[in-house]
C-alpha cells in the first residue's frame, strides 16, 4: 500500500489550539440527531474518517466526527447527537452563534488507497456520519474510482439519515446502493428490511481489487466480517473498520477509548483489520 506523509493539519499547525466557528446552519435530521455546518477561518484540511473537538468555553467539549468531505474548503460539516450536557447545550445554539474548534485528530483515510479500487461500504446506524466524509469525495470524483457498492442500514426509517443525498449517489455510474432498516416500526419505507449482513453475498467482489470499509456498531463488525468471510476471500489489509469507541479526551490520555494499548483517538479511528488481529476486544 502507499506510504503517506501527515498533510498541514489545522489553520494554526497546531491542532490543540481551538478555533472558533460560526454556525451556518442547524438542520434535525432524526429526534435526536442534527447537522450542523459551521465555517471556519479556514480550511480544515482534514483526511476522511478523522474527528474535532467541538464545544464552547466554558462549558466543555465532546469528540465529534466529521461527516463532510476534504473537499468542502471552510465548511465542516459535523452530526451531533444530543446525548450529554455538552451535546444538549450544543443543540440550544443557533445560526450565527459561535463553536470551538480543534483538530483535526486521528487517523482517518488516505483517498490515493482507493483510487482505482473497487469499494464496499457497509455503514449502521450513525456508521453513516464518519463515512460520508470518504463517501462524499468518491461520490464528487466517481471516475477515479472502480464500482462502489453501499450497504446503509438503520433501526426504523426515522432514523435513516441522508437518504436525499443518498437518491443522488444512486443516480452515479458503477454505484450500487442497498438501504436496510431492521424494522419499519409501521412508517412508509421504500427500502429492504433486514440486517446489514443478509445483502453480503449479492454483492460483486473481486477479490484482490476490493477494499471494504465498515463503521457501525460493535455488534454489526463481528457478523459482518464472519459473512464476508464466509462467502469471499479479502485480504486484511484490504479491510478498513473504522472504531467510533467512547473518545472523549482526544490525546490519548484518558483512557476512556485504551483497547490494550492501543487508544482509538490517536492510532485510529480508521484502523486496517490486520491491525486488530491481536485485539479481538476491539470488535465486541
Not at 85 to 93: I, K, M, P
Not at 235 to 256: A, S, T, Y
Request: hydrophobic share 40%; with cysteine; proline share 7%.
Amino acid at each position: 500500500m502507499t506510504s503517506h506523509s501527515d498533510p498541514v493539519s489545522t489553520i494554526s499547525d497546531n491542532p490543540y489550539i481551538p478555533i472558533m466557528a460560526e454556525i451556518q446552519s442547524i438542520d434535525a435530521l432524526t429526534a435526536r440527531e442534527s447537522l450542523f455546518k459551521v465555517l471556519l477561518p479556514e480550511p480544515l484540511k482534514h483526511r476522511p474518517g478523522q474527528f474535532v473537538m467541538a464545544g464552547l468555553p466554558g462549558i466543555g467539549e465532546c469528540a465529534i466526527s466529521i461527516s463532510s468531505g476534504p473537499q468542502s474548503g471552510k465548511l465542516l460539516e459535523m452530526v451531533i447527537r444530543k446525548a450529554g450536557n455538552v451535546t444538549g447545550v450544543l443543540h440550544q445554539l443557533e445560526p450565527s452563534d459561535v463553536i470551538s474548534i480543534r483538530g483535526p485528530f486521528g487517523s482517518g483515510f488516505y483517498l490515493e488507497d482507493f483510487k482505482q479500487k473497487n469499494i464496499v461500504i457497509i455503514a449502521g446506524g450513525l456508521g453513516l456520519v464518519p463515512l460520508r466524509s470518504l463517501i462524499t469525495p468518491i461520490m464528487d470524483h466517481k471516475s477515479d474510482y472502480g464500482l462502489v457498492q453501499l450497504i446503509i442500514g438503520s433501526r426504523t426509517p426515522k432514523e435513516a439519515l441522508f437518504r436525499h443525498q443518498i437518491q443522488q449517489w444512486k443516480k452515479l455510474p458503477d454505484v450500487h446502493i442497498i438501504e436496510l432498516v431492521d424494522d419499519t416500526d409501521f412508517q412508509d419505507w421504500d427500502g429492504d428490511i433486514g440486517l446489514v449482513t443478509e445483502p453480503v453475498q449479492q454483492l460483486t467482489i473481486d477479490e484482490q481489487n476490493t477494499l471494504l470499509v465498515l463503521c457501525g456498531p460493535p455488534v454489526m463488525y463481528k457478523f459482518v466480517l464472519l459473512e464476508f468471510k464466509l462467502h469471499f476471500t479479502i485480504p486484511d489489509n484490504q479491510i478498513f473498520v473504522d472504531l467510533e469507541r467512547r473518545m472523549r479526551c482526544g490525546l490519548g490520555k484518558c483512557g476512556h477509548c485504551q483497547i490494550n494499548h492501543v487508544y482509538c483517538c490517536k492510532e485510529g479511528p480508521v484502523f486496517r483489520y490486520s491491525q486488530l488481529n491481536d485485539l479481538p476486544e476491539a470488535l465486541s
